[in-house]
């Protein structure tokens, strides 16, 4: 996963620094004084929510505006009148603001310029540069030829520039009928790029905008929109995927035409995908229209609102994205590369309590009845700075299933009858019997305890070799957890061969389960780490006062192998 290019990693012992290409790219542009000062922007069109590969592209170029004492700009490309939506300016603006980069007072939303950029196709005009066709939108994609053959002039193309201008004005007049005229940049027709074959820049369409209501009839097409909103806001590097490097001929061609001072510069990099994740809207949009997911931001997808609803942090995110590095070759990355950056960013993060996700009692014979024990213990083994918290103590516990056999295979270390474990922060317990139920399954473990063995008391007189963790009965507090899987069935092939989805039907599990009561006032987004189980988070949508939801953000194990720096 790791990119051609060289990269910036940094993780707790190892520190490998280098530029990648935009950032010599930039070097050079300031050095040779094309630019003295770095303005980047992110773009989003508001049409849905942002993903993981979005972050990539916010933290990217908020991080070189950063890094060279720049300006970062948030810029709405609102162009488009037919697919937009407010719900998504507002949602966006929270994820781009979750992550950290603060575009301060810049936001800008490129329907604002429309008018510049009606002014801008009239210049192009009065330069001979672009012309009024009646040619339908079939008929120029035949007109334009293939990668083979050169493309036709356009028979309206002789027009005068009066003609032209009359015309064009016709057409934001609303004289025309959707797709009647369009303006076309006179370039080419030979040009072996097809974009620059005398590309549409704008077009009719009777639809309002969500900005400018039923102002406009005409709208610009992206490649001449664009390059005209980095230029209005002397954005210096306007950087974008690769699927954009064809039309960079274009995107200079606008700027020069129209004799921008300070032209910008486009720069494209590979985008991030994530291996067998899916991030298409249009996918998303039907699991959210088909009930299988709870909306956008459910915490199985990988949108910016759904990481952050399964608890994972932007310095997580942040770190991935650096770990993926900037390259022009596509790659894909591993979402356990994700779930690495999310364990390492909480490991003394988060404090460390115990949780019981499948439980069975556990009965101490020999505690005295109706007796509650506070017991000390450490927050986080590794980070002293978090302190330490009491926790109850009981004659009736509650432990996890798994940590009882009745039949241990070898190796196994935890509870079975005859065998001593010490219970987390507690005391040895010894498993005397066990109740089963008519079908039987264990409800009820018997242990008696040795008061001698207490946590922290120094006893060193008899060793046990497992460590179980428990919750006080009396005192716990139910919650509810729901652990995780990939909403596709990777093993099996994401897609199905109708192209449909391959859906998981293990992808969500809920439990009701038992917490220590330090958790009584977690609040949404608080994180934790439930011993032996995984990173949680309070779910911030489901949580309510009677009842605690967390959402499991990853478990301990990983198979995750840091990939060699270069
Ligand atoms: P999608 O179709 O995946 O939702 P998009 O390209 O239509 O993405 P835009 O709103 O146009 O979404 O994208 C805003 C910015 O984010 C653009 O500069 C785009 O190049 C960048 N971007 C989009 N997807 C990725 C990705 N997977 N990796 C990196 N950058 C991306
Ligand atoms: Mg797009």
Redesign the pocket.
Known sequence: MMSEEKTTLQTENREVVSRNFIEMEIDKDLKEGVYDTVHTR????PN?YL?I??A??ILLNYGLAKEYGGKFNMRF?DTNPTKEDTEFVESIKADVAWLGADWEDRLYFASDYFDQMYEGAVKLIKKGKAYVSDLSAEEIREYRGTLTEPGKEDPYSSRSVEENLALFEDMKNGKYADGEKVLRARINMASPNMNMRDPVIYRVAHMSHHNTGDKWCIYPMYDFAHPIEDAIEGITHSI??LEFEDHRPLYDWVVRELEYPHPPRQIEFA???LKNVI???RYIKKLVQDGIVDGWDDPRLVSIAALRRRGFTPESIKMFVDMCGVSKANSTADYAALEYCIREDLKLKSPRVMAVLDPIKLVIDNYPEGEIEWLDAPNNLENEELGSRKVPFGKVLYIDREDFMEEPPKKYFHLFPGNEVRLMNAYFVKCVDYVKDADGNVTEVHCTYDPETKSGSGFTARKVKGTIHWVCADTALEAEVRLYENIVDEEKGVYNEDGSLNLNPNSLTVRTCYVEPSLKDAKAYDRFQFVRQGYFCVDYKDTTAEKLVFNRIVSLKSSFKLPKAN
């Open positions: 992110f773009p989003p069109e849905g993903h590969g979005h990539k592209s490309d974008c995927t985008k991030l995908y991030t298409g809207k």
